[in-house]
């Protein structure tokens, strides 16, 4: 990498494509009414894949989750007589949330036409229409071709985690556009998989999918921590190998990522085809096509492995990292003992040790 300027022609850290006006506001919002079982478990899903700061048990509740990121403050709860609440105070992590919730909401109910920007508040005179200002666009164009990158499993206790990448032209654009590929976290598991087998087709091969199985992903873990490195490192490597594969098939000048940590992270770990690169790196990089179509490999993939899972251990394996994760934790481990834990989780969860304490509490019951 010697020589190599990092910086060359980069936008910082995506500062120049996207820059938030949403002011710490509280949230006023009257309760949604979700009483459709299936759209329940939609919601519930996509808030675990937000990762929440804690959860409780609730009377009456459903859940209970609760969101913190630096001022933002949210409790959500979703009540059995079918009322989902928000309370709290929120900015950017509020849209994101409600981007989730207000999406899935419409595709079950058409006719609701519900929209974000009516619970938000945005700085004075701005909306999200007025964000797109005069051209239209809600983001500086990036030279194509381009290859996009985005992950799945991350966030996840049980299965791989995968990292996808996608190389759009002119052509393969125009297609991803036209069969409405989104953001993975806005779509069902269903309508998901259904659009990975279409972005496949339309992309003539122009993907990868950089698969970490839990066993391989607890040694780079391992590896990184005795480094002094953290989970952003060992998510540059996932992004960097994805791009440096691409590379291989489809040159190309520029690569878009969401924003996990500095854009050094992946180009440190970038090799020969990627010294030229010029990476991208912006929060909410899936509004890019080829970072939504990525992001919808990736979750394919990660979702066609806990199935596979699943029906191994004979045990459903829930997503996300909540207390769900336990009982199947516990009697997988009854069944084949604790060391196959490594095989079918990411270690380094919290979630571990509330297991381990739950073993031992058994042991000592029983004793």
Known sequence: MAGFNPCRNVFRNGEDLDRSRIPIQKIKLKPFLVRDPELRRQIREKLNELKPTGTREEQYCDYSYRFEEGEERIAIKQYTNGKLQFQGVGGDLYKNILDVVITLYNLKYPNAKLSVDDYIKYEPGETEASKKGSSGKTEREVPLPHIGTDESGKGDY????????????????????????????????????????????????????????????????????????????????????????????????????????????????????????????????????????????????????????????????????????????????????????????????KTTQKILERIQTQHNTSV
């Not at 269903?190 to 950089?210: P, T, Y």
């Not at 912006?282 to 080829?290: K, L």
């Not at 993939?301 to 994760?325: C, H, I, N, T, W």
């Not at 009697?331 to 490594?342: A, C, F, M, P, V």
């Open 158 to 349: 049980f299965g791989p985690m995968v990292i996808a990448g996608v190389f759009v032209n002119e052509s393969i654009k125009a297609k991803l556009e036209a069969s409405g590929i989104k953001d993975s976290k806005l779509l069902s598991d269903k309508r998901c998989r259904e659009l990975a087998a279409e972005i496949r087709i339309v992309s003539s091969g122009k993907f990868i999918e950089v698969e970490m199985p839990p066993e391989r992903y607890n040694e780079l873990y391992d590896k990184f921590k005795k480094e002094r490195k953290n989970l952003n490192h060992l998510l540059a490597w996932g992004h960097a190998r994805a791009i440096e594969s691409l590379l291989e098939k489809s040159p190309c000048s520029y690569a878009v990522a969401d924003q996990f940590g500095n854009e050094r992270f992946i180009l440190s770990k970038l090799m020969e085809k990627g010294k030229k690169l010029q990476l991208i790196q912006t929060p909410r990089a899936e509004r890019y096509i080829a970072v939504a179509a990525a992001s919808i490999l990736a979750r394919d993939r990660f979702l066609a492995r806990m199935e596979k899972l699943s029906q191994e251990y004979g045990v459903l394996l829930p997503k996300g990292a909540s207390d769900r994760v336990i009982q199947p934790a516990l009697d997988i481990i009854k069944k084949r003992g604790i060391d196959e834990l490594k095989k079918i989780a990411k270690l380094h969860h």
